[in-house]
């Protein structure tokens, strides 16, 4: 059996990185006592997978990880195991108990949702982002492993809103293609020729898809 298990990185902890956020979380599953299942050899670790790594500086509301364990249990009852061995700005939120058999969380990631709360919005930026979205194409620079190399990020924009100071992205998140914040971010404000502003850019939510809809990925 496996929990997927979802959980938030508040914004106090953002600046910690993917694997010492790996590790926070295997040494509060060891505390919590839970019948987890480990790998076979010499080093015996937990099997313990995230569906999408946060960058440095980024919260996260509702982020996933896929915890291996031994036997059968309750979504319940694994949380009130395991959260009391976390720490306050990493709670979790829920667990689902899925069989082996079910996708990993990584393999059925499509896209993710991120607001960008900004502490100045330029003027007529409402505007300015309709204009950006009514583009066919939008060039930008992206850094590959292989360098820098250009390429097209507007197929991969499913959304982009703006409500008051803060901007809500839909940006595809998966093997295939993935758009990083930052970089529509850079794109946007280059377009609108204004400075890019302080702001705090969190990830909201995870996304599938199911019935060829977006969905939350926690539900499929």
């Known amino acids: 059996m496996k929990m997927i298990v979802v959980f938030e990185k ?3 902890l953002r600046h910690i990185g993917h694997l010492d956020l790996m590790r926070a979380m295997q040494r509060a599953l060891r505390r919590s006592g839970l019948p987890l299942r480990y790998s076979q050899g010499f080093n015996p670790h937990i099997l313990l997978t995230f569906a999408a790594p946060l960058s440095v500086g980024m919260p996260g509301k509702r982020e996933i990880m896929e915890v291996p364990i031994e036997g059968e249990m309750t979504g319940e009852a694994f949380l009130q195991k395991l959260s009391p061995a976390l720490p306050p700005d990493l709670p979790a939120l829920s667990a689902t108990p899925v069989d082996d058999r079910h996708p ?3 393999a ?3 896209a993710a949702i991120y607001q960008a709360d900004m502490e100045t919005v330029p003027d007529n930026f409402a505007e300015t982002v309709e204009r950006f979205l009514s583009q066919k194409e939008i060039p930008a620079i992206r850094k590959t492993k292989t360098g ?8 991969m924009i499913y959304g982009l809103t703006l409500n008051g100071n803060s901007l809500t992205m839909v940006l595809a998140l998966c093997e295939k293609a993935t758009c990083k914040p930052d970089l529509l971010l850079s794109s946007l404000f280059e377009f609108a020729g204004a400075e890019r502003p302080r702001m705090l850019i969190t990830r909201t939510q995870l996304l599938g898809e199911k019935d060829g809809m977006m969905a939350p990925l926690e539900s499929l």
């Open 108 to 110: 059925q990631l499509t």
């Open 10 to 12: 508040a914004p106090r």
């Open 104 to 106: 990993a969380p990584m």
């Open 148 to 155: 820098m190399k250009p390429c097209d990020i507007r197929p």
